[in-house]
């Protein structure tokens, strides 16, 4: 079945670096769009990042552009977000999301969700 | 583009009918709009797309409707289990966007 597995998480201080990882399996990574999306303590979801089925187009939430970068290995069949100057509002569950439909570029929903992992910055 | 959910919490009982709103600051092109149900300690779910799609294996009970700026979720009779956040998401203009959620008692 699909299946989303996030790691790399942890607790880190302000203004330094981490990267999570996305392991994809059960489709066709290669076809489908992926984004990452947050939720912060006490607060709402927000979308962070997102690649094209391709990668040739990324989007940023305003909140972390120019700090925070999405990538694809197809090959691999996995996504990865950069996120370095990290501040204690990017403190949150971090969700890896496949997005729908397939061969989408720059429109499309999230159908499937990982069961995210925990950054804490402090 | 700013989703504004309304209202913040719905208090009900179970075999009422919830009514969700999600107001869009522009047009939301081609009801690209989705929207989510979250429980705590879990991952959202996916219920709508294309602002009236049910997703796969969610009951007729959800439905959703709307266009331009003006998006509904209805659930037609509530019971328990809905018990949770309900969010929209908009995914006609990059970067795409949540609303902030509403509360379902």
């Known amino acids: 079945q699909v299946h989303l597995l996030e790691s790399g998480g942890g607790v880190v201080q302000p203004g330094k670096s981490l990267t999570l990882s996305c392991a994809a399996s059960g489709f066709t990574f290669s076809s489908y769009p992926m984004s990452w999306v947050r939720l912060a303590p006490g607060k709402g979801l927000e979308w962070v990042a997102g690649v094209s089925y391709d990668g040739s187009y990324k989007s940023y939430a305003d909140s972390v552009k120019g700090r925070f970068t999405v990538s694809r290995d197809d090959s691999a069949k996995s996504l990865s977000l950069h996120m370095e100057s990290l501040r204690v509002e990017d403190t949150a569950i971090y969700y890896c999301a496949r997005g729908s439909p397939v061969w989408a570029v720059y429109y499309y929903y999230v159908d499937v969700w990982g069961e995210g992992t925990t950054v804490t910055v402090s | ?105």
């Open chain 2, 1 to 105: 583009i700013v989703l504004t959910q309304s209202p913040g919490t719905l208090s009900l009982s179970p075999g009422e009918r919830a009514t969700l709103s999600c107001r869009a600051s522009e047009r939301v092109s081609a009801e690209q709009l989705a929207w989510y149900q979250q429980k705590p300690g879990q991952a959202p779910r996916l219920l709508i797309y294309g602002a009236s799609r049910r997703a796969t294996g969610i009951p007729d009970t959800f439905s959703g409707s709307g266009s331009e700026t003006e998006f509904t979720l209805t659930i037609s009779r509530v019971e328990p289990a809905d018990c949770a956040v309900y969010y929209c998401l908009q995914y006609g203009s990059p970067p795409f966007s949540f609303g902030q959620g509403t509360k379902l008692e």
